[in-house]
Protein backbone atom coordinates (compact mmCIF):
# COMPACT_ATOMS: atom_id res chain seq x y z
CA UNK A 1 0.00 0.00 0.00
CA UNK A 2 1.38 3.10 -1.22
CA UNK A 3 2.10 5.70 1.98
CA UNK A 4 2.37 9.55 1.73
CA UNK A 5 4.47 11.43 4.79
CA UNK A 6 4.22 15.30 4.53
CA UNK A 7 6.76 17.59 6.16
CA UNK A 8 7.81 21.21 6.38
CA UNK A 9 5.17 23.29 8.05
CA UNK A 10 5.69 25.20 11.30
CA UNK A 11 4.45 28.94 12.37
CA UNK A 12 5.66 31.54 10.27
CA UNK A 13 4.44 35.24 10.26
CA UNK A 14 1.74 37.29 7.92
CA UNK A 15 3.68 37.38 4.65
CA UNK A 16 6.35 34.85 5.17
CA UNK A 17 7.53 31.32 3.41
CA UNK A 18 7.15 27.84 4.18
CA UNK A 19 8.24 25.19 1.76
CA UNK A 20 6.48 21.47 2.55
CA UNK A 21 7.69 18.26 1.59
CA UNK A 22 5.57 14.80 0.26
CA UNK A 23 7.50 11.76 0.21
CA UNK A 24 5.71 8.66 -1.37
CA UNK A 25 7.07 4.98 -0.20
CA UNK A 26 6.50 3.07 -3.99
CA UNK A 27 8.02 3.93 -7.26
CA UNK A 28 4.37 3.91 -8.97
CA UNK A 29 4.20 7.15 -7.67
CA UNK A 30 5.91 8.75 -11.24
CA UNK A 31 2.66 7.50 -12.30
CA UNK A 32 -0.26 9.38 -10.51
CA UNK A 33 -1.99 12.86 -10.35
CA UNK A 34 -0.59 14.36 -6.99
CA UNK A 35 -2.58 16.94 -4.63
CA UNK A 36 -2.05 19.17 -1.91
CA UNK A 37 -5.25 19.31 0.03
CA UNK A 38 -5.67 21.46 3.30
CA UNK A 39 -8.45 21.35 6.01
CA UNK A 40 -8.38 24.19 8.56
CA UNK A 41 -10.72 23.48 11.95
CA UNK A 42 -14.04 22.72 11.62
CA UNK A 43 -13.77 22.83 7.71
CA UNK A 44 -14.11 20.60 5.12
CA UNK A 45 -10.72 19.58 3.25
CA UNK A 46 -10.28 21.59 -0.07
CA UNK A 47 -7.69 21.07 -2.76
CA UNK A 48 -5.03 23.44 -3.17
CA UNK A 49 -3.11 22.51 -6.30
CA UNK A 50 -2.70 19.48 -8.19
CA UNK A 51 0.31 18.38 -10.58
CA UNK A 52 0.39 15.55 -13.29
CA UNK A 53 3.47 13.33 -14.05
CA UNK A 54 5.08 15.46 -16.86
CA UNK A 55 4.61 18.59 -14.79
CA UNK A 56 1.39 20.19 -15.51
CA UNK A 57 0.19 21.92 -12.29
CA UNK A 58 -3.14 24.04 -11.17
CA UNK A 59 -4.38 25.56 -8.12
CA UNK A 60 -7.10 26.83 -6.06
CA UNK A 61 -7.94 30.56 -6.76
CA UNK A 62 -7.16 31.28 -3.54
CA UNK A 63 -3.65 30.48 -3.64
CA UNK A 64 -2.61 31.09 -7.38
CA UNK A 65 0.19 32.98 -7.81
CA UNK A 66 1.49 32.80 -4.06
CA UNK A 67 2.00 28.55 -4.05
CA UNK A 68 4.36 26.67 -6.64
CA UNK A 69 3.60 22.87 -6.62
CA UNK A 70 6.25 20.54 -7.98
CA UNK A 71 8.08 17.24 -7.85
CA UNK A 72 10.85 15.16 -8.75
CA UNK A 73 9.88 11.33 -9.98
CA UNK A 74 13.15 10.05 -9.00
CA UNK A 75 13.27 10.68 -5.66
CA UNK A 76 9.14 10.01 -5.44
CA UNK A 77 8.80 13.45 -4.12
CA UNK A 78 6.08 16.23 -4.35
CA UNK A 79 6.44 19.66 -2.94
CA UNK A 80 4.59 23.17 -2.67
CA UNK A 81 6.51 26.46 -1.94
CA UNK A 82 3.87 28.98 0.04
CA UNK A 83 4.80 32.39 -0.35
CA UNK A 84 2.98 35.36 1.05
CA UNK A 85 1.39 33.30 3.64
CA UNK A 86 -2.10 34.58 4.56
CA UNK A 87 -3.96 33.77 8.36
CA UNK A 88 -6.21 32.43 5.96
CA UNK A 89 -3.99 29.88 4.90
CA UNK A 90 -3.66 28.29 8.40
CA UNK A 91 -4.85 24.48 8.26
CA UNK A 92 -3.46 21.04 8.34
CA UNK A 93 -2.16 20.15 4.88
CA UNK A 94 -2.29 16.84 3.08
CA UNK A 95 -0.86 15.61 -0.22
CA UNK A 96 -2.31 12.47 -1.79
CA UNK A 97 -2.98 10.73 -5.14
CA UNK A 98 -5.87 12.19 -6.77
CA UNK A 99 -8.83 9.93 -6.20
CA UNK A 100 -7.76 7.87 -3.07
CA UNK A 101 -9.47 8.20 -0.37
CA UNK A 102 -6.56 7.33 2.72
CA UNK A 103 -4.86 10.04 4.18
CA UNK A 104 -2.15 10.64 6.50
CA UNK A 105 -1.47 12.57 9.04
CA UNK A 106 -0.89 15.74 7.31
CA UNK A 107 1.65 18.98 8.90
CA UNK A 108 0.49 21.98 10.27
CA UNK A 109 0.41 25.46 9.31
CA UNK A 110 0.23 28.10 11.09
CA UNK A 111 0.36 32.04 9.80
CA UNK A 112 0.20 34.80 12.58
CA UNK A 113 -0.80 38.19 11.74
Known amino acids: QVKFVESGGGLVQSGGSLRLSCAAS????????MGWYRQAPGHQRELVAT???????NYADSVKGRFTVSRDNAKNMVYLQMNSLKPEDTAIYYC???????WGQGTQVTVSS
Open 51 to 57: ITPAGYT
Open 96 to 102: NQEGRSD
Open 26 to 33: RSSFSSYI
